[in-house]
T-cell receptor
Framework: RKEVEQDPGPFNVPEGATVAFNCTYS??????FFWYRQDCRKEPKLLMS???SGNEDGRFTAQLNRASQYISLLIRDSKLSDSATYLC?????????????FGAGTRLFVKA | DTGVSQNPRHKITKRGQNVTFRCDPI?????LYWYRQTLGQGPEFLTY????????KSRLLSDRFSAERPKGSFSTLEIQRTEQGDSAMYLC??????????????????FGEGSWLTVV
């Protein structure tokens, strides 16, 4: 089992749609969580951190469920410019030392 | 520009040659990471430094790979005797780790634009 698993995608949605991405992680000692966005052939860029209480940034909402070791990202009113790969990132210490692990990413295509 | 910078941005090399990539992190960041990414995959952790100390190396990092951060500032990643399977984007990232009561806080990672390696 991978340490961080995401929906394989791709997700093809029309403009204005609401889309949700899911992510699960295996290390219960994980301490911090993020969503990154990566455009084709570009570096990943931080989209938002994920807090236990859930947090929102404009059209984006992130949720964390530590008991289920599950993270989600909700995008409302999708824009063409939201088309990208969304990476789930889990950060924490384990017996092997410090770990920041990326999921394989979920590709989103928003169509006009 | 105060972001993470990497060079060269693109490198084409013949199999068997050595290549070296350089990374300059964000100046106040104490952590520096190297990741490798191939098409369709997320970044795979290779190694990281806390200041000048290399604290962890992934099993992905074979003996042909070596990374240094001699003065706790810039870092180099060298690949010796390159193989076609080494073709990938090599990403450097940095962060500022702040420990509060034993817990990691504010450990957001910022990436450079990556160094693309093609081994022919």
């Amino acid at each position: 089992r991978k340490e961080v698993e995401q929906d394989p995608g791709p997700f093809n949605v029309p403009e204005g749609a609401t889309v949700a991405f899911n992510c699960t992680y295996s290390n219960s000692a994980s301490q911090s969580f993020f969503w990154y966005r990566q455009d084709c052939r570009k570096e990943p860029k931080l989209l938002m951190s994920v807090y236990s209480s859930g947090n929102e940034d404009g059209r984006f909402t992130a949720q964390l469920n530590r008991a289920s070791q599950y993270i989600s990202l909700l995008i409302r009113d999708s824009k063409l410019s939201d088309s990208a790969t969304y990476l789930c990132v889990v950060n924490g210490r384990n017996t092997g030392g410090f770990k920041t692990i990326f999921g394989a990413g979920t590709r989103l295509f928003v169509k006009a | 520009d105060t972001g993470v910078s990497q060079n060269p941005r693109h490198k084409i090399t013949k199999r068997g040659q050595n290549v070296t990539f350089r990374c300059d992190p964000i100046s106040e960041h104490n952590r520096l990471y190297w990741y490798r990414q191939t098409l369709g995959q997320g970044p795979e952790f290779l190694t990281y430094f806390q200041n000048e100390a290399q604290l962890e190396k992934s099993r992905l990092l074979s003996d042909r790979f070596s990374a240094e951060r001699p003065k706790g500032s810039f870092s180099t990643l060298e690949i010796q005797r390159t193989e076609q399977g080494d073709s990938a984007m090599y990403l450097c990232a940095s962060s500022l780790e702040v420990q509060i009561w034993g817990s990691i806080s504010g450990n957001t990672i910022y990436f450079g634009e990556g160094s693309w390696l093609t081994v022919v």
